[in-house]
């Protein structure tokens, strides 16, 4: 899944959390609010931020995802100028997967009072770490992350969101106590055609020829959802990464159903994505996904 610029929306002093961050903070506000479209630096706002200092934590390094990992606790020194109390919606965006990201993460307190936040999510950061990307410098520019976050729900240019494909589920089950990895061969044009697979975890692809694979070691449903011109595909078993040792001992059947892209594309979203399962993020946040 995509890295994205994701902005967390609350009213605090200090908050601590654990991944990747760009440090910086601002008050801010929704455009027409009630009527939220976009949001938008506050600047006719009197309160100002001071200074921040921020404390890494690498002390509970569990070395996931193939980097280092810690907490960092961020308190945010405010000048408020006026003889009133203000009320200010604050902005702190950061860079995470959202597949990775839980409420335990995320921590805001103000007077040791913990304060109810609410997660959006910006651009994603197509060259963040990708070997498939342009080698170039990522902006992390407070006022551009923060404009590119909206609550208008996206406008799609490769399909319509009412628009019907065909689902194959493929139910998989090893016949003895050998696991097996099972691909499945298919071509396709992608000028016609769009793919989403669930449950595999090795993909390879040239021209218009693919290879998919996943271990089975119990009975697994494997899904690919097809949209556009229909595809045809050769399913085998193996015993070993390489694909080379094949095996018979593994059963399969293959079921079809019709079913709209937006339903399915927001069910396949809700099921990989701890931040969704855990409500930090709201409908239309998870569709512009």
């Not at 961050?21 to 006719?44: C, D, F, H, L, R």
């Not at 995320?106 to 304060?115: G, H």
Request: charged share 25%; with cysteine; glycine share 4%.
């Amino acid at each position: 899944m995509k890295k994205l610029i994701t902005s967390i929306l609350f009213l605090a002093v200090m908050f601590s959390f654990s991944p990747i961050v760009v440090a910086n903070s601002g008050p801010t506000y929704w455009q027409g609010y009630p009527a939220s479209e976009i949001m938008a630096i506050s600047k006719n706002s009197p309160i100002t931020v001071k200074n921040e200092d921020l404390i890494f934590d690498f002390s509970e390094d569990e070395e996931s995802d193939y980097t280092t990992r810690g907490r960092v606790t961020a308190t945010y020194k405010m000048a408020n100028p006026t003889n009133e109390t203000l009320l200010v919606q604050m902005a702190f965006p950061f860079v995470e997967k959202l597949n990775g990201l839980t409420r335990e993460d995320v921590v805001i307190t103000a007077d040791d009072n913990v304060l109810p936040y609410e997660v959006y999510i910006g651009d994603a950061v197509e060259s963040y770490g990708s070997p498939w990307q342009e080698d170039k410098e990522t902006s992390f520019d407070f006022d551009s992350i923060v404009h590119s976050i909206t609550q208008e729900e996206y406008e799609t240019k490769s399909f319509a969101e009412n628009e019907k494909g065909k689902l194959y589920l493929i139910n998989v089950k090893p016949t003895t106590e050998q696991r097996i990895n099972l691909a499945v061969d298919f071509d396709f044009n992608s000028e016609k055609t769009k793919v989403i697979t669930n449950g595999f975890n090795r993909y390879e692809r040239g021209h218009e020829k693919t290879k998919i694979a996943a271990w089975c070691d119990e009975p697994e449903v494997l899904e690919i959802f097809v949209l556009g011109t229909d595809i045809d595909f050769k399913i085998n078993g193996f015993t070993d990464g390489n694909l080379s040792e094949e095996t018979k001992f593994f059963t399969y059947q293959i079921s079809t159903q019709e079913v709209e892209m937006k339903p399915y594309l927001l069910e396949y979203i809700t099921t990989n994505t701890n931040a969704i399962n855990e409500n930090l993020v709201f409908d239309t946040q998870q569709y512009n996904l």
